[in-house]
């Protein structure tokens, strides 16, 4: 574990992408760069699924967190997720966080939550209880927070929408195609993507940052989660 200074730390867990994965995921924050105003983009060093976040918290309490959560990633085994549509949280008018989901398998999604619950268990101590459903996704881009006065973006709710519909078409995919005809629909969309399968193996322990170029991650210390 590094040396750590005094001061309050604003900290959380993380799951880390693998390399390869990382640098597939810069190309597609490339191109989706030119659809959206106004977003401060994640660089593809800082990707990650956070898994608990604590908040700011006296830097002596930090190894006492790391003893209380230090058995809990050798119980779950690495896995590989499949992230294969973009989505956003807030409103197409109003967006606040762009981000790609994978469609998790129902004994994978289980394990997660299990994982995220004993991380919130084991530091309950330092942050307030989260009874929020654990939903992994990778953030790829912040917008900007509208002030009274500004004027949304159009190009951004249109896009926005697009992807919005988008993923109307994949949740019908499955119960409405027989042809093909979903499939094309999905294909000639400006936000669809290839597929990018990455690899989590160890759980880590960030501190948030902030400099003038936006947030970057230090890890303090990191746990591999058991070989499959």
């Known amino acids: 574990m590094p040396k750590i200074e005094p001061g309050f730390k604003r900290i959380f867990f993380a799951l880390p992408i693998n390399s390869g994965a990382r640098t597939e995921l810069a190309s597609l924050s490339k191109e989706l760069m030119q659809h959206f105003d106004d977003a401060r983009w994640v660089p593809s060093d800082n990707l990650h699924i956070t898994l608990n976040f604590i908040g700011e918290v ?107 519909r988008l993923n109307r078409v994949w949740a019908n995919r499955n119960t409405q195609d027989i042809s093909g005809s979903i499939d094309k629909q999905i294909e000639k969309s400006p936000f669809h993507f290839e597929p990018v399968t990455a690899r989590f193996a160890s759980v880590v322990l960030y501190e948030s940052i902030f400099g003038e170029r936006g947030v970057s991650y230090r890890e303090i210390s990191g746990s591999p989660l058991s070989p499959e």
């Open 58 to 164: 006296e830097a002596s309490e930090i190894p006492n967190i790391l003893t209380a959560t230090e058995s809990i990633p050798s119980m779950y085994p690495a896995f590989s997720l499949r992230f294969d549509r973009l989505s956003f949280f807030g409103k197409p008018r109003f967006p606040r966080v762009l981000f790609l989901s994978a469609e998790l398998e129902r004994s994978l999604r289980g394990t997660l939550s299990d994982l995220a619950f004993l991380f919130r268990q084991a530091t309950s101590r330092w942050v307030k209880p989260d009874d929020r459903p654990f939903t992994p996704h990778l953030t790829l881009a912040r917008f900007k927070k509208l002030r009274r006065g500004d004027s949304p973006s159009a190009r951004n709710e249109k896009n926005l929408n697009k992807i919005r």
